[in-house]
């Protein structure tokens, strides 16, 4: 699996942005799919997850409420609406897919697949 994240940008705080990662092959539906972000001297932190169906989510704390995970298996996409964006959301933010499992998984390690990034910054 390729992936390929987009949507990132400059904002003023209390904004929104959409990203997007858009994933190749046939075998899209197959996976579980989060988003990862890394902000700069910190070290990569869970976002939010997605099962493979789209039925289950899991948000970080730190975003719960003000962001939203959803997937198109027919367009091979898992998008991530932010709302009320914050300065401290300011990181790059990466999209990921692994196997799924019983269970979703915020563990960094646990994901095979990763996208290349999509730079976020909000401004106060």
């Known amino acids: 699996v390729q992936l390929q994240a987009s949507g990132g940008g400059l904002v003023q705080a209390g904004g929104s942005l959409r990203l997007s990662c858009v994933a190749s092959?046939?075998?899209?539906?197959?996976?579980?799919m989060a988003w990862f972000r890394q902000a700069p001297g910190k070290e990569r932190e869970f976002v939010s997850a997605?099962?493979?169906?789209?039925?289950?989510?899991y948000y970080a704390d730190s975003v719960k409420g003000r962001f939203t995970i959803s997937r198109d298996n027919a367009k091979n996409t898992v998008n991530l609406q932010m709302n009320s964006l914050k300065p401290e959301d300011t990181a790059v933010y990466y999209c990921?897919?692994?196997?799924?499992?019983?269970?979703?998984?915020?563990?960094?390690?646990?994901?095979?697949?990763w996208g290349q990034g999509t730079q976020v910054t909000v401004s106060s």
């Open positions: 990921a897919a692994k196997l799924p499992s019983w269970a979703i998984t915020t563990t960094e390690a646990s994901y095979d697949y």
């Open positions: 092959g046939r075998t899209f539906s197959s996976y579980d």
């Open positions: 997605i099962n493979w169906s789209g039925g289950r989510t």
